[in-house]
């Protein structure tokens, strides 16, 4: 592939990448398929987790919708254990 000076830094960049995700997916001895976005949304998910706020992280997302960014948003699924112990047999 011939890549003219103006796109050598970004296509260096996506090939240092794609060999770090790779590298990362075998010191875990990760069978499954891994992309950039795995580590995209990984960082979304963390944030929102650790009380990020979902406008925040759909600024850093670049989402033009906050919508999409909603889609990560798995802290509404915690169950806590206070809710466990409402179960009374």
Same mark, same amino acid.
């Given at each position: 592939?011939?890549?003219?000076?103006?796109?050598?830094?970004?296509?260096?960049?996506?090939?240092?990448?794609?060999?770090?995700?790779?590298?990362?997916?075998?010191?875990?001895?990760? $069978? @499954?398929?891994?992309?950039?976005?795995?580590? +995209?949304? =990984?960082?979304?998910?963390?944030?929102?987790?650790?009380?990020? &706020? *979902?406008?925040?992280? $759909? @600024?850093?997302?670049?989402?033009?919708?906050? +919508?999409? =960014?909603?889609?990560?948003?798995?802290?509404?699924?915690?169950? &806590? *254990?206070?809710?466990?112990?409402?179960?009374?047999?």
């Amino acid at each position: 592939m011939r890549v003219d000076e103006h796109h050598a830094p970004a296509v260096r960049d996506i090939l240092q990448g794609e060999r770090l995700k790779q590298r990362r997916a075998a010191g875990v001895s990760l $069978q @499954a398929k891994i992309g950039c976005h795995t580590f +995209r949304a =990984t960082g979304i998910i963390t944030y929102l987790e650790a009380g990020g &706020t *979902l406008e925040n992280a $759909q @600024a850093m997302a670049a989402h033009e919708s906050l +919508r999409t =960014t909603k889609l990560y948003d798995r802290t509404a699924d915690v169950i &806590t *254990l206070d809710e466990v112990e409402r179960i009374v047999i």
